[in-house]
């Protein structure tokens, strides 16, 4: 899958680039707008990363680009500008998500295979590793055909970590993606281990084996190949 | 004291000033002037009465037309002197009153006798007289200066109204107003000039008050794309191999510290954003409900901190304001009271109609309340509290007009939050 990263701060570019190659999706770098639109033209895209100050002008200008040419990449803003306007305008635009800087490489790649999702396949889409199946549509877990009954955290957790597979995801991106704003008001992440004993438990309990690593108190990493 | 009084002050001093020294004077003056006025005219009737009394050969009978009640001629012995006017107290023969009479005494010689003449003058009309005039001057004098002292009074008020004016609108003026200040022209130089001085001044604090805030806020906005950076190459980082567990733990604090970096670059955002109000947007929001919301979201927090929560929603409280802001209000204030709990310690939220109180156990003794609602002044030894939570709250409490404040009833810190609707 083709993404394109239009982001002027090369070694932010680079960076996501490299996470996101370990997901088998192809990524290619526009510095400025005028690269960008010419790429545009030229290619088609699955997902588009987009920074709204870029040097030759505002970001904006591309997805107005995008919706004449009635192209449907899904677009993800990602921008260190956060308030509420900013954020009403791009998505008015046609934007399908908006992330503010700084923002984890975890979350963004999870938001990317959210709109890579909803774009490419319009029904139901199951997302299947070892006999673990996730049903994103009915947000519904089976392992071995026979259905695991999840709370919306634990399922969260599995899709966090399915989608950012046999990589390490920090503690910090798990608390930020489970509790949302509310993250930064704690700084103890205890209740992740309780989220992710009681998600094993339940899996393992189902028959699948348990392919979610702790490393080293870093994070978790799931390996499945 | 007020500069009008002040000015007063001195009039008034002065005026009591001359009134003491200027009446006795008066006194001493008139009373000389009339003092010469009777000797002159005694001088004058014993010049008239001596040529013809020098004529007789004998001194006429008492009674005679040359002499009245007021002149006497008696026998006595020879006297060289010469004569002397003096003022002296007797009483008058005819009508028998004590009065101030002014005596000319002149010895002369009738046919080789010597005689003593003696003319006196009543001062009791003239004293009457001078006393009548030194009353009316007093009179005078008091109403002229309480006159002076209205007049002055009133003047002072209408002259200085553009400078109370000015007082007035500098004592309701924030630097963070959204308008200039700007003062009433005024007709007085003096005035027109303060003014013009106070409006600059207002208008450079004005300016610096908005560059310091655009620097916070570019400031702000400037530090997230490295702090994107960082993170992201703190992530690529966790996932080289091999990775040993020394390595893990550098990069799990290295972790720790972007994350309190980029909470603390969102509080600063927050705090410009509220004092620059761009939270314009606002609809009836229910402080039950989302408190009620955000103790569930907390759920897991206060569980892992094993502490008692009791809750008593006496009456809701529906305020028209940002959901956004409410929700960081409430927020702040739930959080601190489960991060800065102990473990296994109590909680209770309470709702009234017009109160919103947080109590919790925590340290055994009360935060300082000066600097408690201040940037940066944490007081808990949790190095991640970012210190800025409760300027957030109190500045969205300033917002709104909501009164917070803080006290310790051993072993429960209180917070509360006033509402006023």
Same mark, same amino acid.
């Given at each position: ?53 870029? *040097? ?45 800087? *700084? ?37 519904? =877990?089976? =392992? ?82 | ?52 009394? !020098? ?67 009543? #001062? ?15 009179? #005078? ?40 200040? !700007? ?94 109000? !761009? ?7 229910? #402080? !039950? ?35 956004? #802001? ?96």
């Amino acid at each position: 899958m083709k993404i394109l990263i239009i982001e002027d701060e090369q070694a932010l570019s680079k960076s996501i680039a490299a996470y996101l190659a370990a997901e088998n999706y192809t990524c290619e770098i526009a510095a400025d707008c005028k690269t960008a639109l010419n790429r545009i033209e030229a290619f088609d895209y699955d997902c588009i990363l987009l920074d709204i100050s870029l *040097p030759d002008g505002n970001g904006l200008q591309v997805l107005q680009a995008l919706k004449e040419n009635q192209k449907t990449e899904g677009v993800i803003i990602i921008s260190a500008r956060d308030s509420i306007d900013d954020r009403i305008k791009g998505l008015q635009l046609g934007a399908d998500d908006y992330l503010t800087k *700084p923002f984890h490489l975890s979350e963004l790649s999870a938001r990317i295979a959210a709109v890579i999702r909803r774009r490419r396949f319009l029904g139901s889409t199951t997302l299947e590793a070892e006999g673990l199946a996730l049903d994103t549509q009915a947000r519904s =877990v089976k =392992v071995n055909q026979q259905p695991v009954d999840l709370t919306r955290k634990e399922y969260d957790l599995l899709l966090y970590l399915f989608t950012n597979r046999n990589r390490v995801v920090s503690k910090q991106a798990i608390a930020e993606h489970l509790s949302g704003d509310g993250e930064g008001l704690f700084d103890n992440y205890d209740f992740i281990y309780a989220h992710m004993k009681n998600l094993k438990k339940k899996l393992l309990q189902a028959g699948w084996k348990d392919h979610i690593r702790a490393v080293y108190g870093m994070g978790y990493k799931m390996e499945v190949p | 004291m007020k500069l009008l009084n002040k000015t007063v002050q001195y009039y008034f001093l002065l005026s009591v000033v001359l009134l003491l020294v200027a009446v006795p004077v008066f006194y001493v003056v008139l009373k000389r002037i009339v003092i010469a006025n009777v000797d002159a005219r005694l001088i004058a009737t014993k010049t008239q009465l001596i040529p013809r009394l !020098q004529v007789l050969e004998v001194p006429p009978p008492k009674g005679s037309p040359l002499f009245n009640n007021d002149i006497s001629l008696e026998r006595a012995v020879p006297h060289g002197g010469r004569d002397s006017l003096y003022t002296s107290d007797m009483v008058d023969s005819l009508s028998r009153h004590r009065g101030t009479y002014r005596l000319l005494t002149s010895h002369i010689v009738i046919n080789q006798e010597t005689y003593r003449l003696q003319i006196k003058s009543s #001062l009791a009309n003239h004293e009457a007289l001078i006393t009548s005039i030194i009353i009316l001057q007093v009179l #005078l004098l008091i109403f002229l200066l309480a006159g002076l002292l209205l007049i002055n009074r009133s003047l002072a008020r209408k002259v200085w109204n553009p400078f109370y004016k000015t007082l007035r609108k500098l004592r309701s003026y924030k630097v963070d107003d959204t308008e200039p200040l !700007q003062l009433e022209r005024s007709g007085v130089n003096e005035f027109a000039e303060l003014n013009t001085a106070v409006e600059q001044l207002a208008d450079r604090s004005r300016k610096a008050y908005v560059a310091q805030k655009e620097f916070a806020e570019n400031a702000s906005h400037e530090m997230r794309t490295p702090l994107a950076i960082f993170q992201g190459k703190l992530e690529l980082l966790m996932q080289t191999s091999p990775l040993t567990e020394e390595q893990a733990a550098l990069i799990t604090d290295l972790a720790a510290a972007s994350q309190r970096m980029a909470r603390l670059n969102k509080g600063l955002i927050l705090l410009t954003r509220i004092q620059n109000g !761009q939270f314009p947007e606002t609809e009836p929001v229910s #402080l !039950q409900k989302m408190a009620i919301h955000l103790l569930e979201q907390y759920q897991p927090q206060i569980e892992q901190k094993e502490i008692v929560l009791e809750q008593y929603w006496e009456q809701d409280i529906v305020i028209n304001s940002n959901p956004t #802001l409410i929700e960081v209000l409430l927020g702040n204030l739930l959080a601190n009271a489960i991060r800065h709990n102990l473990k296994g310690g109590n909680m209770i939220v309470r709702m009234t109609d017009h109160t919103f109180t947080v109590q919790n156990t925590g340290q055994f003794y009360a935060l300082n309340p000066d600097r408690l609602f201040r940037r940066f002044s944490k007081s808990s030894a949790d190095a991640e509290s970012m210190g800025l939570g409760l300027e957030i709250v109190k500045k969205i409490c300033d917002l709104y007009g909501f009164e917070v404040s803080y006290s310790y009833d051993h072993p429960l810190h209180t917070f509360r939050i006033l509402i006023k609707s």
